[in-house]
């Protein structure tokens, strides 16, 4: 009997505790009782009993909106997390033979959900600088089939921030050719100098968000969309959280969003402060290097190409051998995928220290081990 394949995301839940969990860009840095507090309050009034506000609770949606700057009267869709309201727009917006602009590296389940519609993407090469879609490059994809154009920024997993400028472009090019602009905006509140493109093209922009990233809240699953309210009918048809979204989640949202201007600012100092210590490690071990740096997110790659080992041997040898999870790149891109590791660094400083200890010696004993050419 062969032997099953190793479940890295298995071995990493069942050893949490011991795990420095680097590998999905979840955000450990949030002060804990600012959620902890308000969920407590919640469970004491047990409000887990009863079905919630479908559309979400008013206190959400106010803080949500004004969060993102649109006005109280934008459209708004409360979601079990930003992945779902991405599968419901494509669902709701595309149709069979349908093409959407998009990357290789990207966030590849939006792509899967594209071809859950019939559709396709049109995938543009990005691994390379500037390591993110450029204006012309969008316009030289165009087709009589292109419907939509996906604009993940900051870009997961490269790390690479739009500026102003060219978020301008490509939602001038939305514009001018009538396209559907999807702006997955996860990340946003670790870049400088955030740019929403429905500052440009609001008529045309869906903004994705979620508290996932910069609100800590992963694990209870809640984001949305907001869209011109003409759109949002079309997609809201394909919303299966009828009787709403969980309200903890919501209770929990609330609460790091209403805080979030007075703790977030050393959340994204303690993150660039341990991208600099990546950086660091990375410049010491001989055949790697960061194509993205400084991050305008909460991640970044490590390309490990000129060193010949496995992306996927690597993410097992930190794991098993150091409790550092990193995630492969073959997660995040079909053509690129074999030459680098994610990783994701929103941790506290003894995460970091753990990666900066074990990654040389990781990448030293695949080399040792590996088959002489």
């Known amino acids: 009997m062969s032997e099953?394949?190793?479940?890295?995301?298995?071995?990493?839940?069942?050893?949490?505790?011991?795990?420095?969990?680097?590998?999905?860009?979840?955000?450990?840095?949030?002060?804990?009782?600012i959620v902890r507090d308000a969920l407590a309050e919640a469970v004491e009034e047990r409000r887990y009993e009863g079905y919630p506000y479908a559309p979400g609770t008013p206190e959400l949606r106010e803080l949500v909106l004004r969060d993102l700057g649109f006005a109280a009267d934008h459209g708004l869709l409360v979601a079990a997390g930003g992945t779902e309201?991405?599968?419901?727009?494509?669902?709701?917006?595309?149709?069979?033979?349908?093409?959407v602009i998009a990357s290789d590296p990207s966030y590849l389940i939006i792509h899967r959900f594209i071809?859950?519609?019939?559709?396709?993407?049109?995938?543009?090469?990005?691994?390379?600088?500037?390591?993110?879609?450029?204006?012309?490059?969008?316009?030289?994809a165009i087709t009589p089939k292109t419907r939509m154009i996906l604009l993940i920024d900051p870009l997961n997993p490269l790390g690479s921030g739009?500026?102003?400028?060219?978020?301008?472009?490509?939602?001038?090019?939305?514009?001018?050719?009538?396209?559907?602009?999807?702006?997955?905006?996860?990340?946003?509140?670790?870049?400088?100098?955030?740019?929403?493109?429905s500052t440009f093209a609001p008529e045309e922009t869906i903004t994705v968000w979620s508290v996932s990233k910069n609100c800590g809240l992963a694990g209870l699953r809640l984001g949305g969309l907001a869209a011109p309210p003409a759109l949002l009918p079309k997609i809201a048809r394909f919303n299966t959280n009828d009787l709403g979204v969980n309200i903890l989640a919501q209770i929990a949202a609330t609460a790091a969003l209403a805080t979030k201007s007075r703790w977030f600012p050393e959340v994204r100092r303690q993150t660039r402060e341990n991208q600099g210590r990546i950086r660091d490690v990375v410049s010491r071990v001989p055949g790697t290097f960061l194509p993205v740096f400084p991050s305008q997110a909460n991640m970044f790659a490590i390309d490990l190409t000129k060193t010949e080992?496995?992306?996927?041997?690597?993410?097992?040898?930190?794991?098993?051998?150091?409790?550092?999870f990193v995630r492969a790149g073959n997660y995040?891109?079909?053509?690129?995928?074999?030459?680098?590791?994610?990783?994701?660094?929103?941790?506290?400083?003894e995460d970091i220290d753990r990666f900066v200890a074990a990654f040389p010696i990781a990448v030293d004993a695949l080399r040792a081990r590996a088959p002489a050419a």
């Open 4 to 33: 099953a394949p190793f479940d890295a995301f298995r071995y990493a839940h069942e050893h949490r505790r011991e795990v420095a969990w680097l590998s999905q860009n979840t955000n450990h840095l949030v002060p804990p009782e």
């Open 85 to 99: 309201a991405l599968y419901m727009l494509t669902r709701a917006l595309l149709q069979a033979g349908d093409e």
């Open 115 to 140: 071809e859950l519609s019939g559709a396709r993407t049109r995938n543009l090469d990005i691994y390379q600088p500037p390591y993110r879609l450029t204006s012309e490059r969008v316009r030289e």
């Open 162 to 197: 739009y500026p102003q400028e060219e978020v301008r472009a490509i939602a001038e090019i939305a514009h001018d050719h009538h396209l559907l602009l999807v702006n997955d905006v996860t990340y946003r509140d670790f870049a400088d100098s955030p740019t929403l493109a």
């Open 309 to 324: 080992v496995s992306p996927e041997a690597v993410q097992k040898e930190l794991l098993l051998r150091h409790g550092v």
């Open 332 to 349: 995040l891109s079909p053509k690129f995928g074999s030459r680098f590791v994610r990783v994701s660094f929103s941790n506290p400083p």
